[in-house]
């Protein structure tokens, strides 16, 4: 028997790595000479460097960076070595978490720790990078990583700009003479599930400026900035990306991109579902176990389980997704490749007793749906 173990991570209980190693202790309990196969998964989000290293065999890697405020940090990406490969979160660099709340300042933050990154990437060899966009603090869209590799951004006098989305207002000119030629070489795979484009009330500043600290006279500020930073782009490279779904991720983050990068952008679980190499780990496979903190109506909206289901149901193999919570309108995943949707809370409790069980109540979950399976067989 084979069966595919490809959980997401259930948020402050357990890493993917760590739900797919309870997944297996439950199936050994049972089947002993079962094949399991461990993919820990994610959807673009927190978790999605962890779990593409632990499913490709990668190696965390850390660099010397600088966070969103230019204060000196250690941000950790993935490297696969043999498939040239980095899997890189902005969050790692520029993240909302890296920045107390009263130190939040969108007009200042620079994404520079991003391109930092990604000069660290470049220089261990990466030719192919996946991008988790999300969990910024910023709002410069992508303005500092594009000066980290090389590009220049002068005001009307010709002197550089400072970092931050509304340093962008005087933008007069770029320069792209500097930009580090192994951009060019690099194919990107963008992991997003926001959509939204860079500019106006759908944009960057109006829906995710106001949790990165802008009042409504800055969101205002920050967009005329970014209308700036828009137009020079256009001028510079010939792209006009800020219409592009996704252009308006990660604070514009998506924007630069689109533009400078030879970039694509697709749902988060789609692209690690390619990363991981799912679709080749489903051959010949009997069964697959997924899941993640909470199911429910909106695990369609291109969450992990889904995307799972999505790849399974491709190779005509049943998917059973377990679950803390699992919540309303949960049964229409039915209809969509879910054979069963399994709570594995096991008795009342509250929610940091939940937390801290979540593996053993995973595990014994798993054991249990396995010994109804043995009835079968």
């Not at 069966?3 to 439950?26: N, Q, T, Y």
């Not at 795979?189 to 484009?197: F, G, K, L, M, Y």
């Not at 889904?306 to 995943?333: K, N, Q, W």
Request: charged letters at 20%; hydrophobic letters at 45%.
């Amino acid at each position: 028997m084979k069966i595919v173990l490809a959980p997401d991570s259930f948020k402050e209980s357990m890493s993917a790595h760590e739900a797919a190693l309870a997944m297996e202790r439950g199936v050994r309990a049972v089947f002993p000479d079962a094949q399991c196969v461990r993919v820990p998964m994610a959807d673009g989000g927190e978790g999605t460097t962890e779990a593409l290293v632990a499913a490709t065999g990668g190696e965390l890697v850390e660099a010397d960076v600088h966070d969103a405020l230019g204060r000196p940090i250690r941000a950790r990406y993935g490297y696969v070595a043999a498939e040239r490969l980095a899997i890189v979160e902005v969050a790692a660099a520029a993240g909302i978490d890296l920045v107390a709340p009263h130190e939040r300042d969108p007009l200042r933050a620079s994404s520079a720790g991003v391109g930092e990154l990604l000069l660290d990437a470049l220089d261990r060899g990466a030719t192919r990078l996946v991008v988790g966009l999300g969990g910024s603090v910023t709002n410069d869209g992508g303005a500092g990583m594009m000066q980290a590799l090389g590009v220049r951004l002068r005001d009307g006098d010709g002197a550089d700009l400072p970092g931050g989305g509304g340093a962008l207002a005087r933008l007069a000119s770029l320069d792209l003479s500097g930009l580090d030629r192994r951009v060019a070489g690099l194919t990107v795979e963008i992991a997003s599930d926001v959509t939204n484009p860079l500019l106006g009330p759908e944009g960057a500043s109006a829906v995710f400026g106001p949790q990165k600290g802008a009042t409504p006279r800055v969101v205002d500020e920050l967009d005329a900035a970014l209308h700036t930073w828009a137009r020079a782009i256009a001028d510079a490279t010939g792209r006009a990306v800020a219409d592009e779904p996704g252009a308006g991720a990660a604070g514009g983050l998506g924007a630069a991109f689109l533009a400078f990068f030879p970039a694509t952008m697709s749902s988060g679980v789609d692209v690690v579902v390619r990363a991981a190499h799912l679709e080749e780990k489903l051959d010949g496979a009997d069964l697959v176990l997924t899941g993640e903190g909470a199911v429910d109506s909106q695990t369609l909206r291109g969450k992990t389980p889904f995307g799972v289901a999505r790849a399974a149901r491709r190779h005509d193999v049943p998917v059973i997704a377990f679950a803390g919570y699992v919540g309303d309108g949960a049964e229409v995943l039915y209809d969509h490749g879910f054979a069963a949707l399994v709570p594995i809370v096991r008795s009342v409790t509250d929610l940091p007793a939940a937390l801290a069980d979540g593996p053993a109540n995973l595990r014994l979950a798993v054991e249990t749906v396995c010994r109804v399976l043995a009835l079968r067989s």
